[in-house]
Structure formats: C-alpha cells, structure tokens
C-alpha cells in the first residue's frame, strides 16, 4: 500500500531498460525497500540493473517477459504479474521508441513500429492493467510521456504523435479514474540524456535520468496530475503549443 | 435517543455509485491521506454483519465506525468495508449499577447525550465524541485518562468473527479473544454489541487547574509531582519554541466537578449535556494554510492566552475534553493533501526521547500545530494494544512539509531504541519491520486472530501496509 507521505510498497515497470524508469525505482527503493517487478522483452539483459536495485534497497527484484507489440499476450500477462506478485502500487509505463524520422517518412513499416510500440502497445496494456488497479481499489498509474506529445514538429512527428495519442489516452483516463482510488499521472520531460538519445544533439533545459525520477517520486508523493521536467517546459510549451504555424513551422526544432 | 451527529462528521471523501444497500466509496482515515475504494455496506441487524462478514471475497472485510483513526485502520482497497454507525442503539441500561449494553456503532456522542443527565459517564473519552464504541474498543482508546483504557471497563463483547461465528468474548470467558480484540485494529472481529462499565458523576462539568510550565523539563516534573490529585491531565506544548524555551507548555489537569462545589443555581442544570458545534469548515480548503508562520503564531498566541496559573475553573466537559468537537470538519484546515498524526509512548526514564523530538522538530522547522503530551499509569491489556506505563506525545504535521518522510522515520528509530512504540490508530506510514519491536507481543497476537479467522476474511489497508496479519502480501 502507498502510505500517507506517498511511499510505494511494490512497482512494475514496463519497459524495464527505460533509464528514468530504474533511475526511479532507486530512487523509490532507497528510502524505503519496495518489491520491483521489471517487465522487458528480454529479461535476462535486467541482471545487472535487478542486481543493482537490491543493492539500494530493493526488498526484492523480479525480471519478466513483456513484449509491448504483442498485443494478443497483453491480457495474460497482467493477469499472470497480478496473481504471482499481488497488489501493484505503482505502475510506470516506461516503454517507448524513439525511431528514426527520416527513415519512417519513407517506410510505413517503420513509422508503424514508432506507432504501435508507443501508442497501441501502450492503450494495449493499459486496459487490462486498470481492470486490475480498478478492482484492487488503490494505485498510481504513471506514463513516461514527452513534451513532444505537446505539438508535432516537423523533424519528429512520428514520434511525436504516437506519444500525443498515448498522452490524450492517459488524460482522459485519470478524468475517468477519479474516485476509484487510482491516480493517473503523466510525466513529460524535455531532452533526457539516455542511450535513446545518445549522439544527439541536446535541446535547451535538457536533464538527466536522475533529474526526471526525482520529479516523479515528488509527484507520487503530492498526487500530481501531470508532471514537467524540467518545470519550467510547462510554460515553454505553452508557448509553443499557442504559437501560429506559419511561425511554427519556421522554427528549428 | 440523539441522532448520531457524528455521521455528518464523516472522514470520508464522498465519489461514488450506489447500487441495492452497498456503495462504491473513496475512504480515507481523519487525516485524509491515501484514499482507497471499496463497497460500503451499513448494516442493520446482526444477521448483516454475519453474512458480509461470511461472504468476504478475497479482498475481505473490515468494520468501521465515525473515520476518527487518522490513517488506513478502517478501509479496505477492493474490499468490503461494513460501516457499523447504522447500528447505534443503546440495548440496556442499568442506572444503579452503572452498567450499559449497546450496539457497537453507537457514538461517545450519543453515549454521553444520554448517560450523563443520568448522572453516568463513559470511563474513558478520547479528544473527540465523535467516535464508536467499537472503535473505541479496536483502538482501546485512553484520552486523558491516565490509569485504563477503554476495553478495561469493557465487561463483553459479541464479536462476529469468520471462524467461530458470533461469539461471547470478555475478560473472563474467551479471553485471549477479547484481549486480541482490544487494540486489535478490526482484524479479529467484527464488535457488534459491547457491555461497559461506567463512572459515577455528579455534573456534566469538570473542575481544572491551568498552569505553564517554562519548559518541557518542568512540564513533566509538575506533571510526576502532582498528577496523582487529578482524574485527568493533558500538557499542550509549544514546538516552535527553542532554546532555553524548548518544550515551554500549558498544563490542564482536572476532576468531574462534585455538585457541592456548585452555588445552589449552578446545581439545578448540573448534569445538562447537550454541546452544539459552532462551526463547520467547508470539505475543501487550499493547502498551506498550516506554515510554520501560522503555527507559530498560533502556538504564540496558545501560550500567551493561557493563564500563568489559575485554579478550580469550572468547564465544560466540552471545554475540557474535546475543544475540537465544536468545529465539524475540522480537519480540512491541513488542506487537500491531508496531515499526519505521529503519536509515541516511551517507557518512564526515557524522557530524554521527548525532548529529543522538540529538538528534532525544531532544527527541521517542521512545527506541529499541535502537540500533546499525557501520561499512562497502566498498560493495555491487548497484545496490539498502545498504552504501557510512560509519556505519550502526540503530534499533527501537514503532508508536504519538506523531509516529513525522513524526520519520522529517524523518530521512530528513536522511540523502538527507547522500547516505546508508535500508536497504530494514529499511523499512517511506518515502516512495517519496525512492528515487532514495537509491539512484542505481534506474534501471540497473529496467533488468536489467525485461530478466529485463518482464511484471513478481515482485512483493511493498514493490515496490507504493515503486514499486522503476517503473510497478507
């Protein structure tokens, strides 16, 4: 059960290799020793970071299979995470694609591998995972989403969109949940420094791992809606999202 | 009989759905943090409580009463919850001898409304009316009261429980039974009837004396000196104050007013009972309205208002014992994120720990709005039972207050050191392998319960949390 100050007893992340989603469990694990299931199609590459979070205070660690694409196991793998583990404090949607814009323009099969990770593999999961928080009465359901879900630009759109769905989906989703017991809570961070963007180019105000978890942990424990990191990007993107497209479109971004 | 007022009262956030006698609702404890959901049934008559208590799904059953524990003792995520205020009858009343039978949701509220003018009154009141009998009895509540606690004047219970059906259970016939039930937070029972033993009084009045104390040290000393010439005794303390101040307090202590202290005119309304709430707060507030700026000078003004030293004051027994009671809601001041109430007792000789907490609270700047220290000169009888002989602090801290998490944490390790321990109706948040040291006698406890209920019907939240059951995870 999360306590009064917001403490989590045990979390499942999807996508366990997201950087900020283990960044987060240490961060969860070293105040107080939670349970961590971490859920990733290959499991066996979690050793070292399951090996880690005990070391920091995890009471136990668990790597499963979960393939975000395979949408037809998604209902029995909720199914199977619930009985072996029991109640779920938290569930962080961490799983995602970034893609390559270039190549999606030119390939359908790759814009929708863009797609369907991070929008239908997400409302995939999402579905039988809120059956579950529904019928236990209480938990946080927490999606790793972006700024960039906030307005399309032209040089990620791809991107950028499928997390816009997964963003409007989670929206309208924790309206939904009010009054169930389940906290809904989006998280949308600038530029994090992650193999996912390695070799990039950093944006303005970008962070580290470390930086976004410690926003989440806070917004757990506040029962944020939804959550900026850095703060400041919420007003960026107000500027943005408000800006007239044939200035929008001019911008190098 | 009073309708229960107490109902209105309710620490509840109200969302949702109502279908044939149960509903669907978002619970949460006095401090109004960590809502769950579960289905509400009210119960009329015994047979009620028997069949939810027999159909618990797998996510079980717990009792409830007014929502007057602070934390998650009486919520149950997914589950059940049975909401025992619907059963508030008073069943027998014995006037000579003192002696009351009633139905286990009745309120100290109406309890007092109707024993009092009768010249009787409940052996053991906490800070507030609005609570039930049974959860007096799940909590073995102590109030101001320093030598029993609430199932001490309890003679018999009638407990439903999923194992033994409806049982019998006293001091003196399925003791280990009554015993695991008295503090035993819901998990052994559920309490549906409870004969108690009440006291002799003469009016519905106290007689107190007032004094400060110039810090925590005399505080204390006064109370050891003198406590023993009163029935009741309470130290507020200011925790904003340092330095040579630290632990400055005003100290109430007082008697039930004997009627020949009474003028012949004061005597003829003696024994009237009947408080009004005065005001009541709106169920939602903006947060931050309880700041260390606030608290201080409130605790400023606390101090100052209260006289050096004043004697034989004759109050009400609302003035005295439950202040609090005239603001309905009250607890919305803490703003939507709710507060924690962090109560501990430790053993006489670790007094040192008190002054260590003042000490701790005020290098983190976290001010209590209140703080309030008592004494016990006796022990629970339940194994899970709070009161052992020593000094009780009880604080009040909003959710949000910066390092909260971490300044309790290290409080705790202070207390479990010191061979005290926290009061499981006020928690909210400690960490669940800290309970065996704290309540030693956790195993002969999981023993009763799980001989009463070994399919583990009875759950709420705090059994998820701290694991009180053993096994629930």
């Known amino acids: 059960m999360k306590d009064a100050l917001g403490a989590v007893q045990s979390v499942l992340v999807l996508g366990g290799t997201s950087e900020i989603a283990l960044a987060t469990c240490h961060e969860i694990v070293k105040q107080r020793g939670a349970r961590v299931v971490l859920a990733a199609r290959k499991p066996e590459v979690l050793d070292a970071a399951a090996a880690d979070l005990r070391a920091a205070g995890a009471s136990a660690v668990d790597a499963v299979a979960f393939d975000a694409t395979d949408f037809a196991s998604h209902e029995q793998f909720v199914a199977s995470v619930w009985d072996r583990f029991g109640d779920i404090d938290l569930v962080l949607v961490a799983f995602g694609v970034l893609g390559d814009q270039a190549v999606s323009e030119a390939d359908a099969a790759a814009a929708l591998e863009v797609v369907q990770t991070n929008f239908t593999g997400v409302v995939s999961v999402t579905v039988p995972v809120v059956a579950r928080l529904k019928a236990q009465g209480h938990g946080s359901l927490v999606l790793l989403s972006t700024v960039a879900a906030e307005r399309a630009r032209k040089s990620n759109y791809v991107y950028g969109s499928s997390k816009a769905g997964a963003d409007a989906f989670y929206q309208g989703l924790g309206d939904s949940l009010v009054g169930t017991g389940v906290h809904v809570m989006i998280v949308r961070p600038g530029f994090v420094h992650t193999k996912m963007t390695a070799g990039m180019e950093a944006a303005p105000m970008s962070v580290t791992p470390d930086v976004v978890a410690d926003a989440i942990v806070k917004g757990l424990k506040s029962g944020s809606e939804i959550v900026w990191v850095p703060m400041q990007l919420r007003a960026v993107m107000s500027g943005l999202r408000h800006m007239p497209r044939m200035v929008f479109r001019r911008l190098k971004i | ?473």
């Not at chain 2, 039978?101 to 009141?125: H, K, N, Q, Y």
Request: hydrophobic content about 40%.
């Open chain 2, 1 to 473: 009989m009073p309708k229960n007022e107490g109902t209105k009262n309710e620490g509840t956030k109200n969302e949702g759905t109502r279908n044939e006698g149960t509903e669907s609702e978002l619970l949460s404890g006095w401090g109004r943090t960590a809502p769950t959901r579960a289905t509400v049934t009210e119960p009329e008559r015994l047979d009620d409580v028997v069949r939810v208590v027999t159909d618990a799904g797998p996510r079980g059953v717990i009792a409830r009463g007014l929502g007057r524990s602070y934390g998650d003792a009486a919520q149950n995520a997914g589950g059940a919850v049975l909401r025992l205020t619907s059963m508030d009858r008073v069943l027998h009343l014995d006037v000579e001898k003192g002696v009351c039978t009633v139905e286990a949701g009745v309120s100290l509220d109406t309890l007092m409304r109707a024993l009092i003018p009768l010249g009787w009154f409940p052996t053991v009141v906490p800070g507030t009316r609005y609570v039930t009998v049974g959860g007096g009895i799940a909590s073995d509540i102590h109030g101001k009261f320093r030598l029993g606690s609430f199932c001490d004047y309890v003679d018999r219970m009638q407990l439903v429980t999923p194992a033994r059906g409806v049982m019998t259970v006293g001091p003196d016939q399925e003791a280990d039974a009554f015993w695991a039930t008295a503090g035993g937070m819901g998990l052994t029972g559920v309490v549906t009837e409870a004969t108690m033993r009440l006291s002799p009084v003469e009016t519905a009045l106290v007689t107190a004396d007032t004094e400060r104390a110039r810090d925590v040290d005399d505080c204390m000393a006064r109370m050891l000196d003198s406590d023993d010439r009163y029935r009741y005794s309470v130290a507020w303390i200011d925790c904003t104050a340092t330095g040579a101040a630290l632990g400055r307090s005003v100290l109430t202590r007082g008697n039930h007013t004997r009627l020949d202290e009474l003028g012949a005119k004061q005597k003829l309304r003696a024994r009237e009972f009947a408080p009004r709430a005065l005001a009541a707060l709106p169920p939602s507030l903006p947060p931050g309205l309880i700041n260390p700026l606030s608290v201080r000078a409130f605790n400023e003004m606390w101090f100052r208002k209260a006289p050096r030293e004043k004697r034989d004051e004759i109050q009400t027994l609302t003035q005295f014992f439950h202040p609090l009671d005239g603001v309905l809601g009250w607890n919305s001041i803490y703003g939507p994120r709710g507060f924690v109430q962090y109560q501990y007792v430790v053993p006489y000789g670790a007094e040192a720990v008190v002054r260590e907490t003042l000490e701790r609270l005020s290098a983190a700047r976290c001010a209590s709005f209140l703080a309030v220290l008592k004494r016990f000169e006796h022990a629970s009888g339940g194994p899970l039972g709070f009161p052992i002989h020593g000094w009780t602090l009880a604080l009040d801290v909003p959710v949000g207050s910066s390092g909260l998490d971490g300044l309790l944490d290290g409080l705790d390790d202070v207390v479990v050191e010191a061979g005290g321990r926290v009061y499981l109706t006020k928690d909210s948040r400690l960490r669940p392998e800290l309970l065996r040291a704290m309540y030693p006698e956790l195993d002969r406890w999981r023993e009763t319960r799980a001989a009463l209920d070994p399919n583990h019907a009875l759950r709420s939240d705090m059994d998820r949390r701290l694991d009180l059951s053993g096994g629930t995870q």
